[in-house]
T-cell receptor, first 114, second 118 residues
């Protein structure tokens, strides 16, 4: 069965600090997709990144970076120089090939204080 | 990406009534999904809605309580029937969208409908 674990329930940092959100997944599929979504207080889920199981390259987008390691079944998300606007709940998600069914982690609530 | 809108954005309803939530996608998509997110919780899939076929419901969700329509490739509705306070949640619509065969598919979400049942 597929499972996504986000062990960090809440994280609180001061602005400009770096923060890493952990995500560990379980799947028996050899082809799968991993995602990160951001849910700000407004409630809308914002898509951040999609990673295919056959592509272990890390990715950087501005202050955001993602580290995908199949050996440890992890897909961690780092925010560099955090800002107050980064305060949100972040969800890691896993879907089978075809993306028909997506399993979401419990989410990590990030508080960034000014 | 797909842009998704939902109506209403929020509502306060009385116990025993029903509410229909509309979801509109700005492009044609094969698969749409309805999720429920209870306060402080993660997302729970209610059902998958494919155009031209019956919705597929997840364990714990039934058609009589959550009837879904999918009349075309850009629109879907979810009705929450005979509501009780336990139905107070955010209801999210999503669509599976792909920019092309090599880029893969991603779920994009609407802004959600915040429902409070008194």
């Amino acid at each position: 069965a597929q499972k996504v674990t986000q062990a960090q329930t809440e994280i609180s940092v001061v602005e400009k600090e770096d923060v890493t959100l952990d995500c560990v997944y379980e799947t028996r599929d050899t082809t799968y997709y991993l995602f990160w979504y951001k849910q700000p207080p407004s409630g809308e889920l914002v898509f951040l990144i999609r990673r295919n199981s056959f592509d272990e390259q890390n990715e950087i987008s501005g202050r955001y970076s993602w580290n995908f390691q199949k050996s440890t079944s992890s897909f961690n998300f780092t925010i560099t120089a955090s800002q107050v606007v980064d305060s949100a709940v972040y969800f890691c998600a896993l879907s089978e090939a075809g993306g028909f069914k997506t399993i979401f982690g419990a989410g990590t609530r990030l508080f960034v204080k000014a | 990406s797909a842009v998704i809108s939902q109506k209403p954005s929020r509502d306060i309803c009385q116990r025993g009534t029903s509410l229909t939530i509309q979801c509109q996608v700005d492009s044609q998509v094969t698969m749409m999904f309805w999720y429920r997110q209870q306060p402080g919780q993660s997302l729970t899939l209610i059902a998958t809605a494919n155009q031209g076929s019956e919705a597929t419901y997840e364990s714990g969700f039934v058609i009589d309580k959550f009837p879904i329509s999918r009349p075309n490739l850009t629109f879907s509705t979810l009705t929450v029937s005979n509501m009780s306070p336990e139905d107070s949640s955010i209801y999210l619509c999503s669509a599976l969208w792909s920019p092309g065969s090599l880029a893969g598919e991603t779920q994009y979400f609407g802004p959600g409908t915040r429902l409070l049942v008194l």
